[in-house]
């Protein structure tokens, strides 16, 4: 299985923007598709968006579209999550996951890794 860490959380007034990155070990993401989701406190955890092995399609949620963008570094085995005019029901912790086929459900993804907190303020 992929090893997946997450990084570049943080706490961030709403309007602001974050990058998310996702570093692999211990097999190339070039065999996955890619996700990211998110649990908000006292909320079940949500998909997010999701990128194919290629990078040439991509899902969004809607509460995200035209704000995220998802995006892979294969050759660093890296995957970004750019959140720009972030809102405070953002905030949450946001994990990152691979899976065999691309999808967009909880279910569809094998590896996960161990989340990073994003905390925007009003």
């Known amino acids: 299985q992929v090893q997946l860490v997450e990084s570049g959380g943080g706490l961030v007034q709403a309007g602001g923007s974050l990058r998310l990155s996702c570093a692999a070990s211990?097999?190339?993401?070039?065999?996955?598709?890619m996700g990211w989701f998110r649990q908000a406190p006292g909320k079940e955890r949500e998909f997010v968006a999701s990128?194919?092995?290629?990078?040439?399609?991509?899902f969004y949620a809607d509460s995200v579209k035209g704000r995220f963008t998802i995006s892979r570094g294969n050759a660093k085995n890296t995957v970004y999550l750019q959140m720009n005019s972030l809102k405070p029901e953002d905030t949450a912790v946001y994990y990152c996951a691979s899976s065999e086929l691309l999808g967009v459900l909880e279910a569809d993804f094998g590896s996960w890794g161990q989340g990073t907190q994003v905390t925007v303020s009003s």
């Open positions: 211990g097999r190339t993401i070039r065999n996955y598709a």
């Open positions: 990128i194919s092995r290629s990078g040439g399609t991509t």
